[in-house]
């Protein structure tokens, strides 16, 4: 059972540089998130996704943005990597219906220097 | 505003004491909650949540939970721990004005266990 598959788990960017994040579900959910964990603050919502071909900002979307053209992908890009931007990004699924647990992948961890 | 608040940043528990980790949440209405562990290097799995009835609800691992509505609180407890308890714990509160299950998290709680 893969669950939630993030790619890459690590990586190192230079300021300005852009990179995409990767999250690919097999449980067949309908809605997807992205979070970032930084520390004390917990995860901040940064987009998410209800539906394939849907996306909506989060409560940190400057900076990102989202693509979800697959019901099973939901893509996390940086156009202009900023230092700020150094985080644990972890990508969550769950069923079409709010009282369902999310399913989190294990995080990729981006330093932008 | 909605808030959700995790007061203690790091705990340390020996093994085989109890474990209590608090959390408070601000909210209008009934909100749906959840409790996560985080063990190093990995994502959040989920250990109990809570929706409505009981207010006692049973987790993996060992791990019971409290809901009281008074207190807006839902404080995870753990009779005795295990040194592979040892993790930091989420607390996750959703609201039912919201149709598309987000979550707004706490903080985080770093427990320490001793031998």
């Known amino acids: 059972n893969a669950g939630v598959t993030q790619t890459p788990k690590f990586r190192v960017l230079k300021t300005g540089q852009s990179m995409t994040l990767l999250c690919a579900q097999d449980?067949?959910?309908?809605?997807m998130y992205w979070y970032r964990q930084d520390p004390g603050m917990g995860l901040r919502l940064i987009h998410y996704?209800?539906?394939?071909?849907?996306?909506a900002k989060g409560e940190v979307p400057d900076g990102y943005n989202v693509s979800r053209l697959k019901k099973q992908n939901f893509l996390l890009g940086l156009e202009s990597a900023a230092p700020s931007q150094t985080s644990v990004y972890f990508c969550?699924?769950?069923?079409?219906?709010?009282?369902?647990?999310?399913?989190f992948g294990d995080g990729t961890r981006l330093s932008i220097l | 505003a909605q808030s959700v608040t995790q007061p203690d940043i790091h705990i340390t528990v020996s093994e085989g004491a109890s474990l209590e980790l608090r959390c408070n949440y601000s909210?209008?209405?009934?909100?749906?909650l959840f409790w996560y562990v985080q063990s190093p290097g990995q994502g959040l799995q989920l250990l109990l949540k809570?929706?409505?009835?009981?207010?006692l609800v049973q987790g993996i691992k060992g791990f019971e939970a409290e809901f009281k509505r008074s207190q807006s609180s839902f404080n995870l407890r753990k009779p005795s721990v295990h040194w592979s308890d040892a993790a930091e714990y989420f607390c996750?509160?959703?609201?039912?004005?919201?149709?598309?299950?987000?979550?707004?998290f706490g903080a985080g709680t770093q427990v320490v266990v001793t031998p």
């Open positions: 969550a699924s769950s069923y079409g219906d709010r009282y369902q647990p999310q399913h």
């Open positions: 449980m067949n959910h309908e809605y």
């Open positions: 996704s209800v539906g394939e071909g849907t996306t």
């Open positions: 909210y209008g209405a009934t909100p749906y």
């Open positions: 809570y929706f409505s009835g009981d207010t």
């Open positions: 996750a509160v959703g609201f039912s004005t919201d149709s598309w299950g987000k979550l707004q």
